[in-house]
């Protein structure tokens, strides 16, 4: 079993096919914002942005707002990478302010599966507050594709701990029967339930990496949510 490195850009950027499948959520994300189902927004939040990566992927017209835990000092990073960019702006997640701005699009890549399930409904409420326009991107944890990652993971790094029953109802799609840990038990049909619960339509669910193909034969999933209705 491999070592995993202790530098979070290094264990996913660094070289070889796990760069070229990490960095996909960023062009993949690119392509909706600037040419997809939705217009082209003039100011984002990016919930998760740890290092600010993806407003290297938008123009520089874009007001580009990150929010993050500073997980593994990524904000901090962020802060310096940006530090004479006038509108590239980075916000603690800790902070209340930025539950008060409100943008065209949040998006939010390969962030929500770390969010306890107790937890999730009361951030989408706060995006609700937000934007009408979410862009998410998240992994695909249930069914074939993780039946493949978990061997891989197994083989070569550190997998999620799944007892043998709990591997078998991830692989078949009972989630709730899984306890939950970040990615372990993550489902996202459940994830869309619970947009949709808060008011948001689904208007596209697609592969990150393979869009051409069923989205359930991708190691990650595009998802883009509008509100409905917006009640005043």
């Not at 927004?41 to 942005?49: N, Q």
């Not at 701990?161 to 038990?185: C, M, N, P, W």
């Not at 339930?193 to 948001?200: A, E, K, L, Q």
């Amino acid at each position: 079993m491999l070592k995993e490195s202790k530098d979070y850009n290094s264990r996913l950027f660094q070289s070889g096919i796990r760069k070229w499948f990490h960095l996909q959520r960023f062009n993949w994300t690119r392509k909706q914002l600037l040419f997809g189902k939705i217009p082209e927004p003039a100011s984002i939040l990016d919930f998760g942005c740890f290092d600010g990566r993806l407003a290297t992927y938008l123009p520089d017209e874009i007001t580009f707002t990150g929010v993050d835990a500073n997980w593994e000092g990524g904000l901090d990073q962020a802060i310096k990478n940006f530090e004479s960019a006038h509108n590239r702006v980075f916000i603690n997640s800790a902070q209340q302010e930025w539950k008060t701005l409100k943008v065209d699009c949040i998006t939010s890549l390969e962030t929500l599966e770390h969010i306890p399930e107790a937890e999730v409904g009361s951030l989408i409420q706060n995006f609700k507050q937000i934007s009408d326009t979410l862009v998410v991107t998240v992994p695909n944890e249930v069914g074939l594709l993780f039946g493949i990652k978990f061997i891989i993971k197994w083989l070569f790094y550190s997998p999620e701990a799944y007892t043998v029953k709990e591997y078998f109802y991830q692989l078949i799609g009972l989630s709730s029967r899984v306890e939950r840990d970040q990615h372990k038990g993550f489902n996202y049909n459940h994830l869309i339930g619970v947009f949709r619960n808060t008011g948001f339509e689904l208007i596209l669910k697609e592969g990150v990496q393979f869009p051409w193909l069923p989205h359930y034969l991708s190691p990650q999933i595009g998802l883009i949510f509008k509100i409905e209705e917006r009640k005043n």
